[in-house]
């Protein structure tokens, strides 16, 4: 079964890391991340990964009375947003969970706070219209 693990974060976020953190400190977490996936890779359950640019890049579609709606984000609404995902093909969601529990550790500047608690998000990836469950 294939699970989707996403990880979040703030435009703030992505701001210290570009530049309140020292270059060791980014170091550390690219590290950290290349490792994580490399582990995957080399268990046979990677299938993707993808970082996402920053908020500032995203572009928000709709319609409003039949015609289309452009909004450049970053969305001030939006405190959080979708920064990257791995998809992993695992035995259970317990193994998808315990892959992606690894990512509490992903390292941070000491003393730094996110103002929230650090999650990700894992959901299972539907093979067919059947399996959504609608």
Request: a negative charge.
């Amino acid at each position: 079964m294939k699970y989707m693990i996403m990880m979040f974060g703030s435009q703030k976020d992505l701001t210290d890391i570009a530049g309140a953190w020292s270059s060791d400190e980014v170091k550390a977490l690219h590290e950290f991340m290349s490792k994580w996936n490399n582990d995957l890779v080399e268990s046979g359950e990677f299938v993707d990964a993808q970082g996402l640019s920053q908020p500032a890049h995203a572009r928000r579609i709709s319609l409003r009375d039949g015609s289309l709606v452009v909004t450049d984000g970053p969305y001030a609404e939006t405190q959080e947003v979708l920064v990257g995902y791995t998809t992993v093909d695992c035995a259970s969601y317990d193994r998808a969970t315990e892959i992606a529990a690894q990512l509490a550790n992903t390292p941070h500047p000491e003393g730094s706070d996110l103002g929230r608690d650090w999650y990700v998000d894992i959901r299972p990836c539907a093979d067919s219209f059947e399996e959504l469950e609608l």
